[in-house]
């Protein structure tokens, strides 16, 4: 299996200008997290999808962010509009479920200047 | 909810030497605990994991201790080499989520030559 792939892997953006992260999950797994990282914050997670469900969004800073998951094989965390302070490496990471081992995609890695 | 807590923050250890990373947890319905090493560029990686129904785990060099009653788990890795050099975070499975973890704040491992 390719695991969790993310893109873009890296990118820098304006301030104001909209990001969109992209996200296919391992294929079977039906849990999918966005995590944030960051020096001060660690690992924070943003939000967690079971079967396309959102089911916990509490970690989604403001209304700037939002995530969908339209199927089981893609999701999206959405930036609009985006500011410095959201510079970070932005993980995306799927689970089978029921408690089980969380697999890391590789990061994006995002810069707001 | 769950409050997971690691120490320390930075470890430098010889090569040869053993090196331990300790965590402490909140929520005694957390079942599960897996440790990750992240290394520069890349996602946490599994390296090991424990459930509560066990009390120790080995995988060659490196060992899992948990302690259930206290709330707190360990990470221990024996024969260090320049390699093992990295964050490592550990994690407990959110008692009340369907399969979230809440990670501690890292442990950087720097192993000498």
């Known amino acids: 299996d390719a695991g969790v792939i993310q893109s873009p892997r890296h990118e820098v953006t304006e301030m104001g200008q909209e990001v969109t992260l992209r996200c296919k999950p391992i294929?079977?797994?039906?849990?999918l997290f966005w995590y944030r990282q960051t020096m001060m914050r660690g690992l924070e997670l943003l939000i967690y999808f079971n079967n396309n469900v959102p089911i916990d969004d509490s970690g989604m800073p403001e209304d700037r962010f939002s995530a969908k998951m339209p199927n089981a094989s893609f999701s999206t965390l959405k930036i609009q509009p985006s500011e410095p302070r959201d510079s970070a490496v932005y993980f995306c990471a799927s689970s089978p479920g029921g408690g089980n081992t969380i697999y890391f995609g590789e990061g994006s890695w995002l810069t707001v200047v | 909810g769950e409050n997971v807590e690691q120490h320390p923050s930075t470890l430098s250890v010889q090569e040869g030497d053993s090196a331990v990373i300790k965590c402490t947890y909140s929520?005694?319905?957390?079942?599960?605990f897996p440790w990750y090493k992240q290394e520069l560029g890349k996602g946490p990686q599994l390296i090991i994991d424990i459930r509560s129904n066990v009390g120790e785990k080995k995988d060659q060099r490196i060992a899992v201790t948990l302690n259930k009653t206290a709330k707190h788990f360990s990470l221990h890795i024996t024969e260090t080499q320049p390699e093992d050099s990295a964050v490592y975070f550990c994690?407990?499975?959110?008692?009340?989520?369907?399969?979230?973890?809440?990670f501690g704040k890292g442990t950087k491992l720097s192993v000498k030559p």
């Open positions: 994690a407990a499975s959110d008692g009340g989520s369907q399969g979230n973890l809440i």
């Open positions: 294929s079977g797994h039906n849990s």
């Open positions: 929520d005694s319905a957390s079942n599960y």
